[in-house]
């Protein structure tokens, strides 16, 4: 079956300090994936997203993912924290078995609490 | 450039009333979806439009659900005979309809059935 696991439901850290965001997936075929970040009452804002070539992606405001083909994981790293980055962060995958329609299957996020 | 617009942001209901959402995706984006977010939840799928026609409504839980997109440009989400159980954020997004293509989302319509 389809499927993307967040393991972490809450993740803390200092300001200044890299951070990780956990994701797992489970698809058949080569996987596309996704980062999107949710602030309080508003949308999901694109991250970044891994589709083929280079397993280190690189996207908005400092972050970036590392694909692992091996461990099936798609984690979510900024280098050093900022305060600003507290929200809540979801992992996608397109769901293949749909053929071309691109629909996304979420985890079940994981929020982010950066302190000062 | 605007993004997705999705009206009302709120929206109160009774229990068994009629409902209606609206999506404003961007302009140009062939692709439209509407996914529901539970409370603690990830967003899950409900229906994908490519222009005017819902390539994919395999999401839809039931036939009280139903979208339309008759410009392929604007979509409503409409649900008959809301229950409890509706209530949930209603979000929509769209894309250039590429494969891989990342979806912008709206800030969504937080739907109340009380």
């Known amino acids: 079956a389809q499927s993307v696991a967040q393991p972490e439901d809450q993740v803390n850290v200092a300001e200044g300090n890299p951070l990780t965001v956990k994701c797992t997936y489970s698809?058949?075929?080569?996987?596309?994936l996704f980062w999107y970040v949710q602030y309080p009452n508003r949308g999901l804002q694109f991250l970044l997203k891994?589709?083929?070539?280079?397993?280190l992606v690189k996207g908005s405001y400092g972050f970036e993912a590392e694909f692992n083909k091996s461990q099936t994981s798609f984690h979510l790293k900024k280098p050093s924290a900022l305060v600003s980055d507290s929200a809540l962060y979801f992992c996608a995958v397109r769901d293949v078995r749909s053929g071309n329609t691109g629909k996304l299957i979420f985890g079940q996020g994981t929020t982010l609490q950066v302190k000062p | 450039g605007a993004g997705v617009s999705q009206t009302p942001s709120n929206k109160v209901t009774e229990k068994g009333k009629y409902v209606e959402l609206r999506c404003d995706p961007i302009s140009g984006h062939t692709a439209l979806y509407w996914y529901r977010q539970s409370l603690g939840q990830g967003p899950e799928f409900l229906i994908y439009f490519q222009g005017t026609g819902a390539a994919d409504d395999s999401g839809l839980p039931n036939d009280r659900f139903f979208a339309v997109r008759p410009e392929g440009s604007v979509s409503t989400l409409k649900i008959q005979r809301t229950e409890r159980g509706d209530s949930a954020v209603y979000l929509c997004?769209?894309?250039?309809?590429?494969?891989?293509?990342?979806?912008?989302f709206g800030p969504g319509t937080r739907l109340t059935v009380t």
């Open positions: 698809v058949s075929g080569n996987p596309y």
């Open positions: 997004a769209s894309s250039l309809g590429r494969t891989g293509g990342e979806q912008y």
């Open positions: 891994y589709i083929t070539g280079d397993n």
